[in-house]
């Protein structure tokens, strides 16, 4: 099997922590180069300040895995995809529907592959669940999703910027495991966004939902300024009866009260493993679901503002 040499665009903690040890996992790739406008790295590999400084080298990239901040991860991706490379998108795939478009038509006309990862998507317990709830009728749903912006994110100013989504950035995880395992199609019908008076992007969010036979009972609470333990779960009631909970963050299934899957976090393990499929089928992969539900979110929210965000 070949292996496809692959260059990280934008070096930050997921990059670092996820990205690099994942490809490094996997034998069907290489990390080749990496290009940060810092200049960070790690040691025998590469780095270049762009995509430019990388193009005018002699350094032999394939793919790339464009892990910079949604503002500019359009840029990016069709950069590269002018370049005639391949493109694996981190969450979110791109600030806007409208970009993300533009990219899935690019992509086709240059003959590459791009894949808009999902990485909450591949863990064991999320499949499970959706084989559970296959053609049944949820009468409740209840995502939890809080955590400590300090922790996560220190430092990273872009995430309160315009397009930087705020608390839907680790929200859209989230979004993105409903819009997978639900057995209807899921839709926003209000959301409640809270502002820091200082920030152009929500700390908070209660959204509430529907599908075609459920108007009620589908909501999702999702906050940034949770202290302590942190919580990322899913609640789900069928009408026969069933209750399902996925818990950290979709790693464990809880089944009518009983343990169904606990199994280790290889998310990013297996992003890369569905990304060499991809490359040896030829096929690109583009799931639009979660981004959709954040921008019908903006679309319908009811503006609310609190104390200023001072880290």
């Not at 589908?218 to 069928?238: F, H, K, V, Y």
Request: contains cysteine; aromatic residues 8%.
């Amino acid at each position: 099997m070949p292996v496809t040499n692959v260059a990280i665009v934008g070096f930050g903690k997921i990059a670092h922590d996820q990205h690099v040890p994942s490809i490094a996992g996997n034998d069907a790739f290489r990390l080749a180069a990496i290009v940060s406008q810092r200049g960070v790295g790690i040691e025998g590999v590469p780095v270049f300040r762009s995509l430019a400084d990388l193009a005018a080298s002699s350094v032999a990239v394939d793919a790339v895995a464009v892990c910079t901040p949604p503002q500019v991860r359009h840029a990016t991706a069709r950069a590269a995809l002018a370049m005639g490379k391949h493109v694996l998108l981190e969450k979110p795939p791109a600030a806007t529907l409208s970009e993300l478009d533009d990219l899935v038509s690019f992509a086709k006309s240059q003959g590459c592959i791009l894949f808009a990862t999902w990485h909450a998507q591949y863990n064991a317990a999320v499949a499970e669940a959706k084989r559970r709830l296959a053609g049944k009728r949820v009468v409740r749903l209840q995502v939890n999703w809080k955590e400590d912006v300090r922790r996560w994110h220190p430092g990273q100013q872009w995430i309160w910027q315009a397009g930087g989504f705020g608390v839907f950035d680790p929200g859209i995880n989230a979004l993105s495991i409903i819009s997978r395992i639900m057995p209807s199609a899921v839709f926003v019908r209000s959301a409640d966004l809270t502002f820091p008076s200082n920030c152009d992007a929500p700390i908070a969010a209660a959204l509430r939902f529907a599908t075609p036979d459920t108007d009620s009972g589908l909501a999702a609470d999702i906050d940034w300024r949770q202290t302590g333990p942190q919580t990322w779960e899913i609640e789900i009631d069928t009408a026969d009866g069933d209750r399902l909970k996925l818990e950290d963050g979709g790693a464990t299934l809880i089944a009518n009260g009983k343990p169904a899957v606990a199994r280790p976090m290889r998310e990013y393990e297996e992003i890369y493993a569905r990304f060499a499929e991809l490359l040896a089928a030829g096929e690109s992969d583009v799931d639009v679901a979660p981004l959709r539900l954040v921008a019908d979110a903006f679309l319908l929210g009811r503006r609310m503002v609190t104390d200023p965000f001072i880290e």
